[in-house]
């Protein structure tokens, strides 16, 4: 397997890998990067979709990219996928993917169409005193000392940040400014989480710090991710004769190791109550998703909070990964991700409005008609001084193709659930959707004397607690995360969040469609490059773009730094006058 970027590696269709036609492939679980590895092996690895086997615990699947209308509860969605321009792998899948909407498009065509005609921006990015805008205008307002812890973490080497936290590289004064209410926020960065993961992402995605306030950067899909992006797949998939065993829980992978050879020869796992296996040749190729950040969620309803599932790393993703990892080394370490629910849960709720009061508050806020099937929210609207640090979005409505034409449906997430709310004085997690309701109206202004009814005629709420949603960020060092192929496999791979590979950054669909792209060919020898990461850190132009709107059109020999600006003012500058790079920093209006 092998990097490349540019259009002769991106438009080519390589040759028939040799031997395919005598090879299997088991994938366990039917997650994105599992449906994205299926793919990849009808399309690029030419296998026939009989000889490809997906062994899925649930009762159907999608894996954390979920989205569905239950019929006791109501509409539900866990989370949602923010996507952008160079999730390079993703969108490189979705060309190939037919569009179940529209005959003779893809989804890629479907979803760069519907975000040409309705780009997302946000009007309101954040509020304060119960519904009024915090009037960022797009400032990050960090001060120098800041700006120069982010510099500082952005150059220092990976190795440097093994096990280390963001609260080891940052302080108060970097806590306090716009920038990390729009970070933690939007991605979910708590402060013990790990400083490597921030850095990958500020290098990752340093092309979007413009778009970072209003969102400007995002892409999203015109249903939820599970209509939008799993079923076109599941569709492809089927019509290509794969094969897909629900309600099988695969428990244990047995491996034969020898001289650092390592062979998968036999998948244990439960089916209908009884131990089954599958015995293995080198030709059989297997696939594991390994760890997951949705395992072991809970739901509640309007009336009762969801109970947390306090069993640490007892899901099946979780308990599959430990069997495997004490074979050999290679294999990683689960325990330093699902160890600590304490340090990786947060909750969400879906919320359903079931007449026209709460669409008004909406209205409101979001500067935008929540019915005109267009952008809506644009992200996420943070409630700044909200206890629960509570975000919430309206993507373009309907959200499901079978919503009622007059309900919205919200997604609500609180990152402190442990602490008590500011109208409900309870903490999220004891909170039932009913409570989180009210807790929601009431920072959005809706008159206190009316949030109790308001709450419980009109609206419907599912909460969901997750205790691992965010347990790829805690803090690693180097064989945590088990490379995709460990070294010496000869017919194993690990796929998802949870296996690594290097730049990208977890908690992304591209993640796990790239994890998926890098194990098919490398284990079936695809004659095509894997798209690289996109190397924005690496533009110059770029860096000067992003330096400049971090530092709210301030020059830089406006840092109040001494050193700093004495060499720039009385060195530097002088030794670039007349040259090209004057000329861009002037561009960038930097000086």
Not at 25 to 42: D, E, K, P, R
Request: negative net charge.
């Amino acid at each position: 397997m092998y990097y490349s970027n540019g259009n002769y590696e991106a438009f080519a269709r390589p040759e028939k890998p040799k031997g395919v036609e005598k090879k299997s492939a088991y994938l366990v679980g039917s997650g994105l990067a599992s449906l994205a590895a299926a793919c990849f092996l009808v399309r690029d690895g030419q296998m026939k979709g009989e000889r490809i086997h997906i062994l899925e615990e649930m009762k159907l699947p999608g894996g954390a990219c979920d989205g569905i209308n239950d019929a006791q509860k109501g509409f539900i969605i866990r989370g949602g996928r923010e996507m952008e321009n160079h999730f390079e792998c993703l969108w490189d899948l979705f060309r190939s993917i037919p569009s179940i909407e529209t005959e003779g498009v893809s989804v890629l065509d479907e979803f760069y169409r519907l975000n040409k005609h309705d780009p997302n921006y946000s009007l309101m990015r954040a509020s304060v005193n119960r519904g009024e805008d915090t009037h960022t205008d797009g400032k990050f307002a960090l001060s120098d000392k800041a700006a120069m812890q982010i510099i500082k973490l952005f150059f220092t080497k990976d190795e440097d940040l093994y096990d280390k936290t963001i609260n080891d590289v940052f302080d108060d004064e970097f806590y306090a400014s716009n920038f990390w209410l729009y970070w933690q926020t939007m991605f979910a960065f708590e402060k013990w989480h790990s400083a490597l993961e921030m850095k990958l992402y500020i290098q990752r995605f340093i092309h979007h710090i413009g778009g970072l306030p209003d969102f400007s950067a995002l892409k999203f899909t015109k249903y939820n991710q599970y209509e939008s992006l799993i079923l076109p797949m599941v569709k492809y998939l089927e019509a290509h004769g794969v094969n897909f065993q629900y309600d099988t829980q695969v428990t244990n992978v047995i491996f034969e190791i020898t001289g650092g050879k390592k062979i998968a020869r036999q998948i244990v796992f439960k089916r209908g109550g009884k131990e089954e296996t599958i015995d293995l040749i080198e030709d059989d190729l297997v696939f594991v998703t390994n760890g997951s950040c949705t395992e072991n969620s809970s739901l509640g309803d309007d009336d009762h909070a969801p109970v947390m599932n306090t069993q640490p790393g007892e899901g099946g993703c979780w308990q599959l990964w430990k069997n495997i990892a004490k074979q050999d080394p290679s294999f990683g370490r689960p325990e330093k991700f699902c160890s600590n629910i304490h340090a990786t849960n947060w909750e969400s709720a879906t919320v359903t409005t079931l007449d026209d009061r709460i669409p008004k508050y909406i209205e409101k806020m979001c500067k935008r008609d929540p019915f005109s099937g267009k952008v809506v929210t644009g992200g996420i609207i943070t409630v700044k001084d909200s206890s629960w640090l509570m975000s919430y979005t309206l993507n373009r409505q309907p959200h499901f193709k079978e919503q009622p034409k007059n309900q919205l449906v919200v997604w609500v997430y609180g990152l402190y659930t442990d602490v008590p709310g500011d109208y409900v004085k309870k903490p999220m997690k004891e909170c039932t959707g009913t409570e989180i309701v009210q807790e929601w109206l009431y920072h959005m202004g809706v008159p206190v004397a009316e949030i109790p009814e308001m709450a419980k005629t009109g609206a419907h709420c599912i909460p969901c607690m997750m205790p691992y949603i965010t347990a790829f960020f805690m803090p690693r060092t180097e064989g945590d995360r088990p490379q995709v192929v460990p070294d010496g496999c000869v017919n194993f791979a690990f796929i998802g969040q949870f296996s690594n590979t290097v730049r990208d950054t977890v908690f992304t669909t591209e993640y796990s469609v790239r994890t998926a792209m890098e194990a098919v060919y490398t284990l079936l020898d695809v004659d095509r490059g894997v798209p690289e990461v996109f190397g924005s850190c690496y533009d110059v132009r770029v860096l000067l773009d992003s330096t400049a709107k971090m530092l709210d059109g301030r020059k830089l020999t406006d840092i109040k730094l001494p050193f700093i600006a004495n060499l720039i003012e009385k060195k530097a500058l002088k030794k670039v006058s007349g040259t090209v790079i004057e000329e861009l920093l002037e561009r960038y209006k930097l000086i």
